[in-house]
């Protein structure tokens, strides 16, 4: 799924070229990253990526080497269980019975033998009939990941069964989790057989599903079709509902990448908690009485701090954004106001 507007990740990421189109922690973008990370248990033509039009050209441009047929258009994002549903059909159709591996294109995971070893996990618990996620152990009280709270172990493999799907919690029940040891992070990371899944949608979310079969029975309009079908994310389409669903845990370190605070937990910080993305090839950054900034500017730039702490800056061409980074969940609003004002809108896109 590389759809996503990334919005936290702003002035970098844009309307034109959104998080998973940049490179963010690496050499490769995002969506290299996630695709290497595929090249591990499955061959580069089964490799599919949804997203809409206007991504799909952008994403050739930057990756010329993914062929069209290769892309899962969605004419409107609708949150992720549409996307899902409608990449079960056109693979089920492609590859009848096959186990199918939902990937977000925005995750860092390391390291990749672990990764690989999971999924292979995952995928023998799928040909069972279950509808897999892979569930990650907590490491601090986070409170913007939703969380899985895992029952039962299966009898075969390192699976659980799942007894809940949590909310984003507030700090203190974050921390209740992270001390109770059966509450894992949700990772957003799906396997199941295709078949399987259809079969779950077709008993929980019909309007979901009922659309588009019928767009692909009578090669009608995908797009009316989509228009017809709500928003809503596949965890609570489906997942809370069914009664297949297990958690694997995963083996590896995990993020979402889903703010510029990530970073911190990415990249190797100084002694007093500063990151600069890009920092190690310039070489020149000088701090003073300065801590838990993180930095992304240029390279070949001297970035001297001097008192500051808790800080957020980002320059990108003609953007300079500095933030405290206990406000940096307000992103959204900031680009509210840019919405609101044509003269700004040109910094969006």
């Known amino acids: 799924m590389a759809g996503g507007k990334g919005e936290r990740f702003w002035p970098r990421s844009r309307l034109s070229l959104p998080k998973q189109l940049q490179k963010v922690y690496s050499n490769r973008t995002l969506l290299q990253e996630t695709i290497d990370r595929a090249l591990l248990f499955t061959s580069r033509d089964r490799i599919f990526i949804g997203c809409n039009a206007e991504l799909k050209k952008a994403t050739r441009k930057i990756h010329p080497g993914i ?3 290769q892309f899962i258009v969605e004419p409107e994002g609708r949150n992720t269980a549409p996307i899902i549903a409608l990449a079960a059909l056109e693979l089920e159709r492609r590859f009848g019975g096959a186990v199918q591996v939902v990937l977000s294109a925005d995750h860092y995971i390391a390291p990749p033998e672990a990764f690989r070893e999971t999924i292979e996990n995952a995928v023998r618990t799928a040909r069972d009939g279950w509808l897999v996620t892979l569930g990650v152990r907590p490491t601090r009280p986070e409170v ?15 699976a659980r069964s799942i007894e809940a799907f949590q909310e984003k919690p507030g700090l203190e029940t974050a921390r209740e989790y992270l001390a109770d040891g059966n509450y894992f992070w949700n990772s957003g990371i799906f396997i199941w057989q295709g078949r399987r899944i259809l079969e779950e949608f077709e008993e929980h979310a019909p309007d979901i599903i009922g659309p588009l079969q019928e ?3 009578s090669k009608g309009k995908l797009r009316e079709a989509f228009s017809t079908i709500p928003e809503r994310p596949v965890d609570i389409a489906i997942m809370e509902k069914s009664k297949r669903i297990a958690m694997i845990p995963a083996t590896f370190s995990w993020d979402d990448v889903g703010s510029w605070l990530s970073l911190e937990r990415i990249l190797e910080a100084d002694p007093n908690g500063n990151v600069r993305l890009e920092g190690k090839k310039a070489g020149a950054m ?3 009485d300065a801590a838990n ?4 500017t240029k390279k070949n730039k001297l970035v001297a701090l001097l008192g500051v702490s808790d800080t957020i800056l980002v320059e990108e061409g003609d953007v300079v954004f500095l933030a405290a980074r206990d406000r940096l969940d307000d992103i959204k609003k900031l680009l509210a106001e840019l919405k609101q004002n044509p003269g700004l809108q040109k910094y969006l896109r």
Not at 144 to 158: D, T, V
Not at 293 to 296: G, T, Y
């Open 144 to 158: 913007g990941y939703g969380y899985i709270r895992a029952g039962a172990a299966l009898p075969e493999g390192p």
């Open 286 to 288: 000088v701090t003073l």
């Open 67 to 69: 062929k069209k047929a």
């Open 215 to 217: 767009a692909y029975r």
């Open 293 to 296: 900034n993180v930095i992304v």
